[in-house]
């Protein structure tokens, strides 16, 4: 069973930078396409970022286009996303998932607040 934990949320100024983490468990890191999603109230969750399963492969979205990285340790069968001069529109719960998505999979997020 696929199991994916997502931490590194917290407070920063705008400008600021913090790196999300994705703990995969139950399947290698190579078996699936993962990717970060972010939602705010009232609205869609929305894709961030993915990794191809040979971590040779990433895409992100115009909105952070140059500003987060995605990457991954096979080692420690974890993803991250490293997120530089954020903004307060970048503000949401952001959760990790298999690309496509799977609704069994979502986890609690981790919140990311950006603001002054």
């Known amino acids: 069973q696929l199991h994916l934990v997502e931490s590194g949320g917290g407070l920063v100024q705008p400008g600021g930078s913090l790196r999300l983490s994705c703990v995969v468990s139950g399947y290698s890191l190579d078996y699936y396409i993962i990717g970060w999603f972010r939602q705010v109230p009232g609205k869609e969750r929305e894709g961030v970022s993915v990794?191809?399963?040979?971590?040779?492969?990433?895409y992100s979205a115009d909105s952070v286009k140059g500003r987060f990285t995605i990457s991954r340790d096979l080692a420690q069968n974890t993803v991250y996303l490293q997120m530089n001069s954020l903004k307060p529109e970048d503000t949401a719960v952001y959760y990790c998932n298999r690309n496509p998505p799977a609704s069994a999979y979502w986890g609690k997020g981790t919140l990311v607040t950006v603001s002054s």
């Open positions: 990794i191809s399963g040979s971590g040779r492969i990433t």
